[in-house]
């Protein structure tokens, strides 16, 4: 068991297991993003980082077949910070938060060494998508491009430059596609991690294996911070799925089928590695 897991262990709850919690009827999830774990400043302006922390705990809830309602904000700012980099920050926030119809709430500043971000996402669902549901035989299939983030994360490691079309400035969520075909859904989650790391959260759960349908480059499935969605539907549910794919305007790649045994992530941990 590796760290991370482990720390999890030590709390005895139902609720963990998902990308948001269930509870009462309404989904909580909560998200770090830290300097020089997650960016590094000189990366992105502070507006563009402050809308891609918003972004990547809304994907928890977009995940989960949950509308974002309220949102939570705990900012550590540097004391070096100047007044116009704490203004675009909140434009950034704000952006997001507009765009997905949510209200910022309130939250928590502290002055800090470097820029670290926590957001917590207040959300509701009438039909929540959970890990749990996939059975053998079902198919699975992933949403867009995969592989895209680890080739521009090496290319900003190397000193280059983000563009304006990064999926570190321009992430692109599945709200429509998975509110439109959560029907025919056995299960979902967001592809974070990398997609092998997903599939192996997947078939701890639901106790299978995968048998792959293509094969998939390591550097495509061990691409993390991708925040495209993970999907496992029956195969009678086939031409639905496209069909709302089609209609959304949603990339959809079918690649693999559930089966019994188990399954072994050949990805580095991305949060303890």
Known sequence: MDLENYFISQFETKFVGDDAA?????????????????FKREWMRCKDIAKRAMMVNVSDAVAMNAKPLYALLA????????????????????????FYGLEIIGGDTI??????ITVTIVSKSKKPLFRKGLRAG????????????????????????VHTRSKFRNMQLRNRFIDTARDYLSCGMDISDGLFSELEKLAVVNQTGFA???????????????????????????????RRAKQTRTPLHI???????????????????
């Open 138 to 161: 079902h198919l699975l299939a992933y949403t867009g491009e995969l592989g895209r983030s680890a080739k521009e994360l090496k290319r900003l490691l190397r000193g280059g430059r």
């Open 75 to 98: 900012v550590a700012m540097p004391k070096d910070i100047s007044c116009h980099g704490a203004k675009e920050l909140a434009e950034g926030f704000n952006e997001a938060a507009s």
């Open 111 to 116: 002055a800090n060494t470097k820029l670290d």
């Open 255 to 273: 690649f693999a089928r559930a089966q019994r045994g188990g399954y072994k992530n050949i990805c580095k941990r991305h949060h303890f590695g």
């Open 22 to 38: 269930e509870a009462g009827g309404m989904l909580y999830s909560k998200d770090a993003f830290f300097e020089n774990i997650h």
């Open 212 to 242: 792959f349908l293509k094969n998939i480059p390591k550097s495509v499935g061990c691409s993390g911070e991708e925040y495209e969605m993970l999907i496992g539907f029956d195969v009678r549910h086939k031409k639905a799925i496209i």
